[in-house]
């Protein structure tokens, strides 16, 4: 029978999940994706715990809500002493590392109160969020705080792409019409091809380092958290993707003028923001969409080499593979661009998940409907290797039953996501501090509630209204509805998330040990205790051990 030695934890940055033709997509062709999804299991209802970047991916690795980790946007730190991935398969034998981006900011401040060295080897995996950077790549800004400039930059240099920064001048960049160069950030310069050829663009370049990792790694189980930056703005990609798709390929957007019309502050707001303005016209759209599409279809081929690669090695026979993104991109849908708020082209995510065991045969090729959350994962990679699931720490559930076929007897009823927006001008224009700008989504199977500090809530009945059009969150017949998902966000708020250091289990353990350790509270004299204990029988709180 197959183990599960290793896990190959892939990830897009901003992939809708929609965007796949395995999720339906009717001109983008995604076979390798595809082929992963045949001999595992695709989860049609799967939600990030936060739609922006950071957070998101602070939940994905710590297995824990932003409310219980803290790191609420781009650039938080996330605080010394919050276990993540690795802390957990480490212990288990799995060499745990990183090739790409996770946009991790370390907690520099705690680190030093600690007295902890950052070029230690304690140092390093509290800077990279418990993964071993065997090449940590953020993109976006290689002169970001987040990490150093990725070495990609040095291999540009080694190809004879010169300048100080290559990866914003040549991968990043494209040629005008007399040969000039120009910064592909601009939206205009989209359907140009970006000045590197393709095999030295970053998709394919991560794929061979991930590659390499799996060479230098022989026989040693492992964790290989691949973690591509693209589709991810800036929206460039070299020939011959750039112009593989056309007008004709793109999806309708999903919006209405209605939206527009008395829309929620908040979402009225987001919608003035630059990038919202940009995507709502059809220019913008008729421009990004194919290279978007373009990108994600060179990802799919890389994927393809890399599983031939594992394939041609045995390694596919005993790794567990999980692709997925940590968020999506509304691309005009709903008048907005970017990402942030909770329609599902932010929130909801692709989520394919490949498990070699035998146990997993009757599953294969399925979709799943459960509602699932980033958060998952982590208990779901600790028990595929055997390790011992921590509720106390975990806040997800073990996606394993779901990916065997067994009975649940209590699936979550709720996903939450959050979202802090006291980053963004939003804010500002609404003159809401920023303690106050926070959004808290739970999903059920049939509703979308959005509760807003400070103002009316939004609420989608995805029944009715599954694109998520028409906002009921003041209509008064939906009182109740309403009333009721507000507890849940209340009730999932009250749950215990900080107690991390003793588990359950350790408490019932410890539960009337007071007596056998010699504190007697509230005992009148020696009879009363020796009664407690008769009555008791031996088996009652006070005698366990």
Not at 19 to 43: K, M, W
Not at 62 to 68: D, K, L
Request: charged share 25%; aromatic share 10%.
């Amino acid at each position: 029978m197959a183990e599960v030695r290793n896990i190959l934890f892939i990830m897009a940055d901003q992939l809708r999940w929609d965007y796949l033709s395995c999720y339906g997509h009717p001109h983008l062709q995604t076979p390798n994706i595809d082929r992963l999804a045949e001999r595992g299991v695709r989860f049609d209802r799967a939600y990030v715990q936060s739609p922006i970047c950071g957070p998101s991916r602070m939940s994905f690795y710590t297995g824990r809500y932003v409310q219980s980790h803290g790191s609420t946007w781009n650039g938080v730190p996330l605080q010394v002493g919050e276990m993540t991935l690795g802390d957990y398969l480490r212990p288990l034998g799995r060499r745990t590392a990183l090739a790409g981006k996770t946009h991790m900011a370390a907690d520099r401040e705690g680190m030093a109160r600690l007295g902890v060295d950052p070029n230690s080897i304690i140092g390093v995996l509290t800077s990279e969020c418990g993964f071993e950077p065997f090449e940590r790549d953020d993109g976006l800004h290689p002169d970001s705080n987040y990490a150093p400039p990725p070495a990609y930059n040095d291999y540009l240099r080694e190809k004879g792409y010169d300048g100080v920064n290559p990866w914003n001048w040549w991968a990043n960049g494209v040629e005008g019409e007399d040969g000039e160069p120009h910064l592909g950030w601009f939206l205009k310069y989209s359907d140009r091809p970006a000045r590197v050829a393709e095999e030295d663009s970053e998709t394919p370049y991560m794929t061979r380092r991930a590659m390499r990792f799996m060479e230098e790694a022989g026989d040693e189980p492992w964790c290989l958290h691949l973690s591509y930056i693209k589709p991810h703005w800036p929206y460039i990609v070299p020939a011959p993707y750039h112009d593989m798709y056309g007008k004709d390929q793109i999806v309708p957007p999903v919006r209405s003028q209605a939206e527009l019309e008395d829309p929620h502050p908040v979402y009225a707001a987001f919608t003035h923001h630059r990038f919202s303005q940009a995507f709502s016209k059809d220019e913008v759209r008729e421009t990004v969409i194919p290279a978007y599409m373009g990108l994600i279809k060179q990802i799919d081929d890389q994927l393809g080499l890399l599983f031939d690669f594992m394939d041609q090695r045995g390694l596919m026979d005993h790794t567990m593979i999980v692709f997925t993104s940590d968020h999506g991109d509304y691309l005009g849908d709903h008048w907005l661009g970017e990402k942030e708020l909770f329609h599902d082209p932010s929130v909801k995510i692709p989520l394919i998940i490949s498990d070699p065991r035998a146990d997993a045969d009757a599953t294969r090729g399925s979709a799943c409907e459960e509602l699932v959350e980033s958060i998952d994962l982590v208990p779901t990679f600790v028990e595929a290797v055997g390790g011992k699931v921590q509720p106390h720490r975990m806040e997800g559930l073990s996606l394993q039953p779901l990916l065997h076929g067994k009975p649940v007897a209590a699936w979550r009823k709720a996903a939450i996501s959050e979202y802090d927006y006291s980053w963004r001008q939003a804010r500002r224009e609404l003159g809401v501090t920023v303690e106050d700008a926070r959004m808290i989504m739970a999903v059920t199977e049939r509703w979308k509630y959005i509760l807003v500090e400070g103002f009316r809530p939004m609420l989608f009945d995805l029944e009715t209204d599954p694109n998520e059009l028409d906002d009921r969150g003041a209509d008064p017949g939906l009182a109740s509805v309403r009333a009721e998902l507000h507890e849940t966000i209340f009730a999932w708020a009250r749950r215990h998330h900080q107690r991390t250091t003793v588990s359950g289990e350790r408490i019932e353990a410890a539960f009337g040990r007071e007596v056998d350790r010699g504190i007697l509270i509230g005992y009148w004299d020696e009879a009363d205790l020796d009664a407690t204990n008769e009555s008791a029988d031996g088996a009652g709180p006070i005698n366990q051990n």
